[in-house]
């Protein structure tokens, strides 16, 4: 046994004998370093709850675009299967709106939950204030009566109450066109040589305007042929109905009709009018009927139009002078 060290305390060998030759120094310690995942787990314990926000907000966001996807494919859908823009314009149109406003309250509405869910108090502030805000939307609509949101209620109103319909024939600030679409702001008149008229809603909703496809989309064809006295009226007029009821644009109810309009010192004024489907028709067949007209009434020698050497009306001639 060694022997034991003197008083109370003993030097520690500084080394350990080894094999002969040297000496082996004392072996350390291996410690294992566990920082490195702690700290992992200490970042996603600190933020746990605003990834779980973060997704949270994603699938709101995601369930919002895919509600707007199904209303959009369904109003698609239901409106191809019922034929709706030939057979109910006016269905069509509310429709329409209807998924205009549906996308708007959906992004309001999912814009809002994003800011509440996401646990940031500036977001939160935001939130509140949007929430707060939906309470006084009417108040705040009429104070911007003349402004971006008057558009918007003049798009709502024109919608619903229908003034004007998808695919309506109209005429707005003189111009002839066919309704193209009605938006939250504006409406798009599809013009008759192919440009588009972009009226916003609320100049829309406070002038007049002429449909003519809201009730009964039948039009008259007016032709207006002028002939000296000495024509045969009732030989023109038979020409007139026989040209009309031949040309294939031609409707039987109401019956066409010839009437001598005018008389006076320049001839006397024929006018017929034949019924079309609907105003294009009605354009057409005017077109088609005038030039048919005029080249049969030139062949046959009727006396058509005013024999401008006529004399005016306190004029004299060189004969009557002196």
Known sequence: MPPECPGMFCAAPAAIRGPPGGTKSAPRAIVKDDREPEAAMSFWETNEQHFINAGVSILVLVAAWVIYWLLHKGIGRFSERRDLPKVDPGAETRFRMIERLSAVVLFFVAIGLVFWIMDVSAFKRVAVGMFASAGVLGIAIG???????ANLVSGVIIAFAQPIRLGD?????????????????YTVIHLWDNRRLVIPNKILSDQAIRNYTVIDARMPAVVLLRLEYGADVEAVRSMLLEEARAHPLFISDPEPAVYVVDADNMGVSIRLTAWAADQNDAWQMAVDLRERVVGRLMESAVPVGVRWSRIMPGLQTPEGSG
């Not at 104070?143 to 949101?149: H, I, R, S, V």
């Not at 707005?172 to 939250?184: A, C, P, Q, Y």
């Open 169 to 185: 024939k109209v005429t707005i600030e003189g111009e002839f066109g066919t309704v193209e679409s009605i938006g939250l702001f």
């Open 143 to 149: 104070f911007a009566a003349q402004t971006t949101m």
